[in-house]
Structures are given as C-alpha cells and as structure tokens.
C-alpha cells in the first residue's frame, strides 16, 4: 500500500463546477498535511495547508478527518485556471521530510 | 525576497558524461531537498539536507548520484557516467523547520527545476 494514495484521474469538468479530490494516507503519526498544486511543466506550488478544524481559502475548501486518515479538497465554482495536477502531500512523522502523492489531474473545459 | 534558484534550466548531454546540477534556497532556510521527477511521474525524493546534520541520502537511485552542500547554501546534485534513464525534471526544494511568519516548518518551496535530457 502506498504511504499517500490519491486518485490519478483525469477528473474533466465543466468551468463552473464543484470538484472534489481525495486522498488516504497510511501513517497514524503523521502530523502535517497540504495540498499542492504543479502546472504542466512547472514546478509544484503550495496551494494550502491542512488544518484539523477544517479551512477554506476563497473557493477551495480543505478538510481533514484524523480517524480516517483521509484528506480532501473541494473547488467551488472552477475556473479554466485551476487545470493543473493536485498533489496531496503529507510529513513523515520522523522528520521533516513530506510524503507525495502521484497527483490528481484536473482538465476544467469551457 | 528571491525564491530557490537552479541551474542551469536545460541540461542535454551525451550518455556516460558526468553532469552537475545546482540549487540556490531561499535565504535562511536550512533544509535542503532534491526530487526527481520523469515525465508524467510523480516526485522521486533523492537526498535532504538538514543544517549540519548528516544528509539523508536513503533516495538515491544509485552509487553515480551524489550531492553536496556547504553549510547552509547552495548544493550541487552530481550525476556521473549519466544513462538515459536519468533523464527528467530534477527539483530542488527548500524549507526552514523553525518555520517562518507562522507558516508550517514542514512547507517546502520549489525551484523551476533543471531538465535533463541524456541522448
């Protein structure tokens, strides 16, 4: 079993839906989670961190459910912008090293 | 203030050639990461650096890979005798475990990466 397992995709959506990606990770111990985003040939870039209470930033909404070892993403309202690869990313609780999902594909059509 | 640098972008060289990569962190942090990544593949973590510490180099895919760092700054990620199954995009990556501006110690920031192409 992968340590982050997330869903390959492509997910294609029409501009203006919800979107929603998953992830589970195997680690109990693990302490810190985000979400990452990589432009096709670019390099990834923090999109948000993790919290256990829940957050939101704008449109995007990230939830975390220790119990489950499970890690969402919502995108509301999606924008041509947001295509991308979504990459869930959690510490390896032994040191400051992050584990990296494969990443989620996400095409947003017009 | 600057971002991770590497150099150079784009790297084409001949099998069984010996190349060097090179990655500049953001100012103050002393965590170092290298990644690899081939096309359409996800993050391959090779080494990490942690301050003085001694690296952790459990990533490496084979004796050819190395990589220095002095001190706190710049690192150099050498690949000798390259095969053409060394090519990809290669990440440089830094953080600063004390975190700063309350951000997380564990988020890492990216450099563009080098290219590799081994023909």
């Known amino acids: 079993r992968k340590e982050v397992e997330q869903d390959p995709g492509p997910f294609n959506v029409p501009e203006g839906a919800t979107v929603a990606f998953n992830c589970t990770y195997s680690n109990s111990a693990s302490q810190s989670f985000f979400w990452y985003r990589q432009d096709c040939r670019k390099e990834p870039k923090l999109l948000m961190s993790?919290?256990?209470?829940?957050n939101e930033d704008g449109r995007f909404t990230a939830q975390l459910n220790r119990a489950s070892q499970y890690i969402s993403l919502l995108i509301r309202d999606s924008k041509l912008s947001d295509s991308a690869t979504y990459l869930c990313v959690v510490n390896r609780a032994s040191n400051y090293q992050l584990i990296w999902g494969a990443g989620t594909k996400l095409i947003i059509k017009p | 203030g600057a971002g991770v640098s590497q150099s150079p972008s784009n790297k084409v060289t001949e099998k069984g050639k010996d190349v060097e990569l090179r990655c500049d962190p953001i100012?103050?942090?002393?965590?170092l990461y290298w990644y690899r990544q081939r096309l359409g593949q996800g993050l391959e973590f090779l080494i990490y650096?942690?301050?003085?510490?001694?690296?952790?180099k459990s990533g490496l895919p084979s004796d050819r890979f190395s990589a220095e760092r002095t001190g706190e700054s710049v690192s150099t990620l050498t690949i000798q005798r390259t095969q053409q199954e060394d090519s990809a995009v290669y990440l440089c990556a830094s953080s600063s475990p004390l975190g700063l501006a309350g951000s997380s110690p564990y988020e890492q920031y990216f450099g563009p990466g080098t290219r590799l192409t081994v023909t």
């Open positions: 100012s103050g942090h002393t965590a």
């Open positions: 993790v919290y256990s209470s829940g």
């Open positions: 650096f942690q301050g003085n510490s001694a690296p952790d």
